[in-house]
């Protein structure tokens, strides 16, 4: 009786309808959903390689050569950084994007964040504030660019026909050395303030109550609740956005290249305006090419420093 009854059980085991194994088909299931995954994230790849390492990479080596389109590149070594290094534009524009980069955290960043704070405080027409602040970023660079161009105009621009109303002295504005630089900070600003609006605003609302409560109770002001509250309840958003901002402002280019061309007398000359003119007017993609690396060394290091910001934070949380 055991051995006749064993021998079914062997039988449908071996034979040729045998049912597949529910764990298999999960298998093949998961390996055909894992190469659909990887056959999209490899068309992303690709773009990003293509338009993005490898003009990097391209332009490192170009820094080494003397290149010209059309002809055979010839290494020259270190010479096109040393070239570079003695052009008199090039400590200029250094000096203009730092410069515009200070000006950019005196104003740009204070602004957003002081915009968030009464944004954060109104009971009505909330969403119509936020679309109004949010507004210029949906605006093209160069379209923004040039509505202020028109705006800063020394004769019919409208700045000073505001300051003529108001019996105000008039300015030269992106006309002047001393004030062109601070004129395109406005510029960036304004164009660029909406999304690090929303972002402060973001943070706001994540701050408990409580804590605004029982500051209310311990008898602070809004001063006081703004310095210990929510300065500190924002603080790794607000340092975040601050280096963000200082890689962002570096790399400063339609506004010098639309509104000023670079002048007057090169006061907004920045370096990727530099860049621009080595390349595009002077012929010389070498030199342009070692100036980008220099740029590329800087701002690979804040980006290091933002994301060893980053990976601590998110070990203290």
């Not at 059309?70 to 290094?85: K, M, Y």
């Not at 003529?164 to 600003?189: C, E, F, M, Q």
């Not at 090169?266 to 342009?288: H, P, R, S």
Request: glycine share 8%.
């Amino acid at each position: 009786m055991t051995e006749a009854a064993a021998r079914p059980i062997e039988t449908a085991a071996e034979g040729p309808d045998r049912a597949p194994s529910p764990v298999a088909g999960r298998g093949r299931r998961r390996l055909t959903d894992q190469l659909r995954a990887y056959a999209f994230l490899l068309g992303g790849l690709l773009c990003f390689a293509l338009f993005s390492w490898y003009p990097a990479i391209r332009a490192v080596v170009i820094a080494f050569q003397k290149y010209t389109p059309g002809s055979a590149p010839e290494w020259v070594g270190t010479a096109n950084f040393t070239r570079v290094l003695h052009d008199p534009e090039f400590g200029a524009a250094w000096r203009n994007t730092l410069l515009f980069t200070l000006f950019a955290l005196l104003i740009g960043f204070a602004v957003p964040f002081v915009l968030a704070l009464v944004l954060n405080e109104l009971r009505h027409a909330k969403a119509f504030f936020r679309v109004v602040v949010y507004l210029p970023v949906m605006i093209p660079p160069v379209v923004s660019a040039l509505l202020w161009k028109w705006f800063y105009d020394p004769g019919a621009g409208l700045a000073n026909e505001a300051l003529r109303l108001l019996h105000l002295p008039t300015s030269n504005w992106t006309n002047g050395a001393d004030t062109a630089l601070v004129s395109l900070v406005l510029v960036a600003t304004w164009a660029n303030m909406g999304g690090t609006v929303l972002i402060y605003l973001a943070a706001l609302q994540g701050i408990p109550g409580e804590l605004y409560e029982a500051a209310e109770l311990d008898g602070a002001g809004l001063l006081q609740r703004i310095r210990h509250v929510t300065i500190p309840q924002t603080r790794f958003v607000v340092l975040m956005l601050m280096l963000l901002q200082i890689i962002a402002t570096m790399q400063v280019f339609t506004e010098p290249f639309v509104i000023t061309g670079g002048g007057p007398e090169n006061a907004t000359v920045t370096i990727l305006y530099l860049i621009y003119k080595y390349a595009f007017l002077y012929n010389d993609f070498g030199g342009a090419c070692a100036l980008s690396v220099m740029l590329l060394v800087l701002l690979s290091a804040f980006s290091a420093l933002y994301l060893r910001l980053t990976r601590t934070a998110g070990e203290d949380s």
